[in-house]
């Protein structure tokens, strides 16, 4: 589950410098040339953090950091030109997490991302523990030195999510976002029968438990 990024930028050689940099540090890169066309994207792509430019045609990067927290709690890193201090008072207030003044170090740009997502609990690891059972990502499943299990793809992720943040109640609308992605049209009580097959999975990992939070929603249990 590689953290997906949308670089907005209407330089193409800009963006495709970024796009490597990225793809160099296992992201998933989608790009828009301007803010009407990361809003499209936004609208129908799951995107864990965007990259933006400030000084676009359409929609400044001002207006589309604006627009994308008017709906959206994903991290923001605005790029400028500029390094005047008047842009990041108004980034800042527009609701960015990070500013980066071009032209910028490649190594600088991959930490504040990950910095970024790490913040925001968007995990780019494949494997996460929790007491002594691990949740793996890439095989699509749970395993402790005793017991192992395979989960299908949405059960893995559901129980990543989870297991990211032990104790923190997810309601189901924002498990629904982060598995099935913003445009998911379905029923939000998929997410209860997964919830329900993955307690069934997971009997044999007895400390290893999902309470549900009634009125709320999910947690994993600190263990």
């Known amino acids: 589950m590689h953290a997906h990024i949308l670089v907005v930028d209407d330089d193409i050689h800009i963006r495709k410098l970024i796009r490597l940099y990225l793809e160099n540090s296992q992201f998933t890169v989608i790009e828009a040339a301007d803010g009407r066309e990361a809003m499209e994207m936004l609208w129908e792509q799951h995107v864990d953090l965007a990259i933006v430019d400030v000084m676009m045609p359409h929609i400044d990067g001002i207006t589309l950091t604006e627009d994308i927290r008017s709906y ?5 890193l605005m790029v400028t030109a500029k390094g005047e201090s ?3 008072v108004k980034g800042f207030k527009a609701g960015t997490d990070d500013y980066l003044v071009k032209p910028f170090d490649p190594v600088e740009l991959i930490l504040r ?6 913040r925001y609990n968007v995990v780019s690891e494949k494997v996460v523990k929790v007491g002594p059972v691990a949740v793996d990502l890439d095989r699509l499943m749970v395993h402790s030195s005793h017991e192992s299990v395979s989960l299908k793809k949405k059960e893995c992720e559901l129980l990543f999510v989870l297991a990211n943040s032990p104790g923190k109640i997810y ?8 598995i099935w992605g913003y445009n998911y049209e379905g029923d939000e009580r998929t997410v209860d029968v997964h919830i329900k097959r993955l307690r069934e999975q997971l009997s044999v990992f007895s400390p290893l438990t999902i309470t549900t939070v009634r009125g709320l929603g999910y947690r994993l249990e600190d263990i």
């Open 86 to 88: 008047q842009d990041k």
């Open 113 to 118: 991302v990950k910095a970024l997502l790490k």
């Open 171 to 178: 309601t189901r609308a924002q498990l629904i976002e982060k």
């Open 72 to 76: 959206l709690d994903i991290p923001i």
